[in-house]
């Protein structure tokens, strides 16, 4: 079992900057794949990043490659994600999950957390 809390959300200008951070509880988070996803109103839920449980592979939506940076430090059971240049299309509730594989699959996440609201104004 694992829980998932994510924090860091808020409003922000846009080209500005968050990061976001997903702290998992138990002892296996080291043995998951972590991704983020995002929801925005009205609009199904949107795979963002997603790391391997090592660190060592990571995937990013077109979206948002070259802008995001998915990372993760297993001693502190913590995964993150930095995001720059925001543009208001990326308003949405973002949420973390955890997975057995780096994938961009909803469906493939065991886990997810409750979510924190991204809000980038124009």
């Known amino acids: 079992q694992v829980q998932l809390e994510e924090s860091g959300g808020g409003l922000v200008q846009a080209g500005g900057s968050l990061r976001l951070s997903c702290a998992a509880s138990?002892?296996?988070?080291?043995?998951?794949?972590m991704g983020w996803f995002r929801q925005a109103p009205g609009k199904e839920r949107e795979f963002v990043a997603t790391?391997?449980?090592?660190?060592?592979?990571?995937y990013y939506a077109n979206s948002v490659k070259g802008r995001f940076t998915i990372s993760r430090d297993n001693a502190k059971n913590t995964v993150y994600l930095q995001m720059n240049s925001l543009k208001p299309e990326d308003t949405a509730v973002y949420y973390c999950?955890?997975?057995?594989?780096?994938?961009?699959?909803?469906?493939?996440?065991?886990?997810w957390g409750q979510g924190t609201q991204v809000t980038v104004s124009s």
């Open positions: 790391i391997s449980w090592s660190g060592g592979t990571t």
């Open positions: 999950g955890a997975s057995a594989l780096a994938t961009s699959s909803t469906r493939r996440y065991d886990y």
């Open positions: 138990g002892r296996t988070f080291s043995t998951y794949a």
